[in-house]
């Protein structure tokens, strides 16, 4: 299989980290990846096809686009994370004129919440991001700013120096 590109599904990887911390045999056949430690098997299916363009699987483009400084939002990020419920890894983004509220609940049900400056408007967008996955993004770039576009009903992009990050979510968006 030399030279062949792959995918590998998401939960396979995940699963894997969790239970493997040392020594163990990896392998491919033509259809499976899997590894073997203290003589289990564990296989993942290959996905050898062309992946799909997340631009022509999910819809258009909004015109719900902010700009906001990078530590801003990582700071506030991170307060709600300290206080946000173990068991539930989630912020709800709620969108303003010229901000951006985070949202979770505590351990007691209790809301917690930070309010970020934005450059924009983003009244009646509203959505759900797993917290660990948001500030793992953020933590690594090397941007002071970036733009911040809401493409209703299943997309954030997080776009920076040319670059871009796509979160499949599920936005609510008010109608004006």
Same mark, same amino acid.
């Given at each position: 299989?030399? *030279?062949?590109?792959?995918?590998?599904q998401?939960?396979?990887?995940?699963i894997?980290? %969790?239970?493997i911390?040392?020594?163990?045999?990896?392998?491919?056949?033509?259809?499976?990846?899997?590894?073997v430690?203290?003589?289990?098997?564990?296989a993942?299916?290959?996905?050898?096809?062309?992946?799909?363009?997340?631009?022509?699987?999910?819809?258009?483009?909004?015109?719900?686009?902010?700009?906001?400084?990078?530590?801003?939002?990582? *700071?506030?990020?991170k307060? #709600?994370?300290?206080?946000a419920?173990?068991?539930?890894?989630?912020?709800?983004?709620?969108?303003?004129?010229?901000?951006?509220?985070? %949202?979770?609940?505590?351990?007691?049900?209790?809301?917690?919440k930070?309010?970020?400056?934005?450059?924009?408007?983003l009244?009646?967008? %509203?959505?759900?991001?797993?917290?660990?996955?948001?500030l793992?993004?953020?933590?690594?770039?090397?941007?002071?700013?970036?733009?911040?576009?809401?493409?209703?009903? %299943?997309?954030?992009?997080?776009?920076?120096?040319?670059?871009?990050?796509?979160? #499949?979510?599920?936005?609510?968006?008010?109608?004006?």
């Amino acid at each position: 299989m030399e *030279g062949v590109k792959f995918i590998v599904q998401s939960e396979f990887v995940e699963i894997l980290t %969790k239970i493997i911390d040392d020594d163990f045999e990896i392998g491919f056949t033509n259809v499976k990846s899997y590894v073997v430690k203290d003589g289990l098997i564990f296989a993942g299916r290959l996905i050898l096809e062309k992946y799909p363009d997340y631009r022509f699987v999910l819809e258009g483009y909004s015109d719900d686009v902010v700009r906001a400084e990078r530590d801003e939002i990582l *700071g506030a990020l991170k307060r #709600v994370k300290i206080f946000a419920d173990k068991n539930a890894d989630f912020v709800k983004l709620v969108g303003g004129e010229d901000q951006l509220i985070l %949202k979770t609940r505590d351990m007691m049900g209790n809301e917690v919440k930070e309010t970020v400056e934005i450059e924009g408007d983003l009244t009646g967008i %509203k959505c759900e991001v797993r917290i660990s996955y948001l500030l793992d993004i953020l933590e690594n770039l090397d941007e002071d700013y970036l733009v911040l576009r809401f493409d209703p009903p %299943k997309r954030i992009r997080i776009e920076w120096g040319g670059e871009e990050c796509v979160i #499949v979510t599920t936005i609510e968006a008010e109608e004006s």
